[in-house]
Structures are given as structure tokens and as C-alpha cells.
């Protein structure tokens, strides 16, 4: 999918107090996550905007993996509003039924579908409020969708980047909504729209919960939690 002229990057407010050291580092973090991929993007497989929604809804509480299994299938007969619709709840639930919670998804993915034509022209809104008032998109789909699209420079805050960020002493919120506050904060502004795929992956791959891989870890002489993990 090509991809929208990148825009203007909204400029986060900046923490009130941040050392030049800390400054320093945070930003060779992200040069080096960038000098690995420097387009990083979802794992998730779409074709624009409204199979992106889909997706991202259909992998609350499950892996991307699992999704794109299912919509391999499903994307093929059913990837406008229009078709979605037509298929019904009875006809997508055989698709998604192998991913969690997939009776209420069902419903979701439906009733968004059907928001989309009736209100939207079959065109996927991408203004955050609009979006996020589509069945089944809260502000962390809505979050996924507007950063992967580069619309919208902003950080979800799963399971990965919630761990991630703490690890690296990025963060030390409590709740992801604090989290994402912290990080919109503190990551350098080139850096804004592609941090979020590189904390999830980094998590993902390398720090991952119960044994990190802090010897492949290309930022571990820049983590303040490595001496937790690596003995002496």
C-alpha cells in the first residue's frame, strides 16, 4: 500500500525537566532502533485503511500472527465496508473464529462497516474522534491506525512497550495512558511516528518479559535495567 505524504509532525510538549545527558541518550536509543529498520510498521497485514481497521480490531487480546492467519482468508472475499456488510455477522464468524473473543469482534467489525457507508461515504474517517467512535476502535486502535497511516504521530501503549519503556527508563507511569503522555515527551519529534513499532518489536524479539536477550540487545550499554538481567 503506498503510503499518504508524510505530514507535518505535531510537536509534543516536552518534559519540564530533562537533563542534557538524558536527552543525549534517549536520542542514540532511537537512532540505533533506527539504523536497524528506519520504516518500521505493523506486523499486521492490510491493504488500506478500512482491512488496517479491521486488523488492529480483530488483535485486541490476540497475536498478529493469529490475525493475519484469519484475514489471509477473510480480506479475500471481504475487504470494503460494503463487502464486510454483505458478509454479515454469520458469514465472518467462521473466518475470525479461531481469534479471541471473535463473537463480539464479529459484531464490531459489522456495525463498523456499516457506520462507514452509512455516514462515511465507505471511506474510512481518519480524524482521531470520528474514528475512535467506530464499534470496536478505542483510542489505542485509533492510535495504531493514525501512526501506521502516518497521519497522526502517536504511541500505543501495549503489553511491549508498557514493559519496554519502564526497561529502559523511558517511563515510569503506572497506566498506559501515562506511559503514552511520558513517551509523546520525551521521544525526539523525527522520531515520533515510528517509535511506537520499534518498542513494540524490540519487546517483541529482544526484551522480552521473563528472559530479555540483553546480549543482542543494540541498546543494552544504554539500559539502566540490564544490571537486573546480566550478571556480573
Known amino acids: 500500500m503506498a503510503k499518504p505524504a508524510k505530514p507535518a509532525v505535531r510537536k509534543a510538549a516536552r518534559p519540564a525537566r530533562i537533563s542534557p545527558a538524558e536527552q543525549a541518550r534517549i536520542a542514540e536509543l532511537f ?3 533506527e539504523a536497524q529498520e528506519s520504516d518500521p510498521s505493523t506486523e499486521l497485514d492490510y491493504g488500506g485503511p478500512f482491512t488496517l481497521v479491521v486488523a488492529v480490531a480483530l488483535s485486541a487480546q490476540a497475536t498478529d500472527v493469529s490475525v493475519n492467519k ?9 475487504d470494503t465496508p460494503a463487502a464486510m456488510l454483505a458478509l454479515g455477522e454469520a458469514g465472518l464468524k467462521p473466518f475470525i473464529s479461531s481469534i479471541g473473543l471473535y463473537n463480539m469482534k ?14 462515511h461515504g465507505g471511506e474510512v474517517p481518519l480524524e482521531r474522534e470520528k474514528l475512535q467512535a467506530l464499534p470496536g476502535v478505542g483510542r489505542k486502535t485509533a492510535s495504531v491506525v493514525l501512526n501506521e497511516l502516518r497521519i497522526e504521530p502517536a504511541i500505543a501503549v501495549d503489553t511491549h512497550v508498557f514493559r519496554v519503556s519502564h526497561r529502559l527508563g523511558l517511563s515510569t507511569g503506572k497506566t498506559p495512558d ?4 511520558e513517551l509523546m515527551g520525551k521521544v525526539p519529534e523525527p522520531y515520533l511516528t515510528r517509535a511506537h513499532h520499534w518498542l513494540i518489536l524490540h519487546g517483541r524479539y529482544v526484551c522480552v518479559a521473563r528472559r530479555p536477550k540483553c546480549e543482542e540487545c543494540p541498546v543494552a550499554d544504554l539500559c539502566p535495567s540490564r544490571h537486573l538481567f546480566v550478571a556480573r
Not at 484469519?70 to 471481504?78: D, E, N, P
Not at 501515562?178 to 503522555?181: G, K
Open 31 to 33: 537512532a540505533r532502533f
Open 70 to 78: 484469519a484475514t489471509v482468508k477473510l480480506f479475500k472475499v471481504a
Open 106 to 119: 464479529a459484531r464490531n467489525v459489522i456495525a463498523l462497516s456499516r457506520i462507514i457507508l452509512e455516514q
Open 178 to 181: 501515562q506511559v503514552e503522555a
